[in-house]
Nanobody
Framework: VQLQASGGGWVQAGNSLRLSCVIS????????MGWFRQAPGKEREFVAA????????RYGDSVKGRFTISGDNARGAVYLQMNSLKPEDTAVYYC??????????????????WGQGTLVTVSS
């Protein structure tokens, strides 16, 4: 099973980006999925999560009201719409998948499916 993330890039503050992540090679169809990010010199930060039905969206405090997570279970995909981007959103964004939703939001150390990361750079 592999996760492939895409959609990162460079934008000016106030603009938007949409990240995508697709699962390939899966034999299990009910993965919860999420997004995390890591800025240089900082710890990994939870961004957003969604369960396998596309429900129960949950967000980190720093992105609430600006980011929206959505999923397409038939395609094994999860998306992150990022609006009103700020320079402090600059980071490498990673998608993740787990069989249990709580693993994504509460027990991230147990996540063993990660995408390769996609860099988002927001300039002021």
């Amino acid at each position: 099973v592999q996760l492939q993330a895409s959609g990162g890039g460079w934008v000016q503050a106030g603009n938007s980006l949409r990240l995508s992540c697709v699962i390939s090679g899966r034999t299990y169809s009910r993965y919860a999925m999420g997004w995390f990010r890591q800025a240089p010199g900082k710890e990994r930060e939870f961004v957003a999560a969604i369960n396998w039905t596309g429900g129960m969206p949950r967000y980190g405090d720093s992105v609430k009201g600006r980011f929206t997570i959505s999923g397409d279970n038939a395609r094994g995909a999860v998306y992150l719409q990022m609006n009103s981007l700020k320079p402090e959103d600059t980071a490498v964004y990673y998608c993740a998948a787990a069989k249990n939703y709580n693993t994504i939001v509460l027990r991230t150390a147990l996540i063993d499916l990660w995408g390769q990361g996609t860099l988002v750079t927001v300039s002021s």
